[in-house]
């Protein structure tokens, strides 16, 4: 009988440890999979800000591109705000709005020759 009960034990104890072993590498795994989770929710959030549209603003008689923040130069243009029709000037001279590259240069293209 008492064979039996150290046979239990002997089980119960290999079989406790192997468990609280699989347990912690499953949450170790866990975590590092947590970590990825933020790392790419934090770079996809600075590509969202990145990706925020552009400004179009009169800067000493030309258009200059900036990012969404309305602050940081995208690209400096040797397009003259007095070239563009009337509308349009009025536009870029209280920051005209555009929301994609596409757009960005197909206006460019439009209004740079």
């Known amino acids: 009988m008492r064979r039996i009960y150290y046979g239990i034990g002997i089980f119960l104890v290999i079989f406790l440890s192997t468990a609280g072993f699989y347990g912690s590498y499953r949450i170790s795994q866990l975590k590092g999979q947590v970590q990825e989770l933020k790392a790419s929710h934090a770079l996809e959030a600075e590509n969202q ?4 549209g552009f400004y179009l603003k009169d800067d000493n008689g030309k258009v200059h591109v900036y990012r969404g923040d309305g602050e940081t130069v995208y690209e400096y243009t040797n397009i003259q705000v007095s070239s563009l029709p009337e509308a349009v000037q009025r ?3 209280e920051g005209k709005y555009i929301k994609s590259e596409v757009e960005l240069y197909s206006f ?3 209004y740079s020759s």
């Open 49 to 52: 800000t990145l990706d925020a």
């Open 108 to 110: 460019l293209e439009n």
């Open 91 to 93: 536009e870029v001279e």
